[in-house]
């Protein structure tokens, strides 16, 4: 058994409106030092696999099919067994 855990943020070329209003309030709190927000979203997923390749190329496979929109988001994800 794997466990993967896949990170989706928006591309750095799209703007990220959610982040930008994080950063704001954040700022408003006197968090002054913060100057980038990019938020994302996290799967974390068990799946069954002859080896740890076989549930990297599942993984990407779910990703590239479902999970991430490639036309906006990038991804990248860990496989580590469970």
Known sequence: MYRARIFITLKKSVFD?????VR???QALN???V???RMGKYIELQLEAADKA????????MCERLLVNTVI?????EVSEA
């Open 31 to 33: 968090f002054d030092d």
């Open 73 to 77: 988001e990038q991804y990248g994800y």
């Open 54 to 61: 076989a549930a990297e190329a599942a993984v990407r496979d």
């Open 17 to 21: 409106t959610q982040g930008q209003v």
């Open 35 to 37: 100057e980038d927000v």
């Open 24 to 26: 704001k309030s954040l």
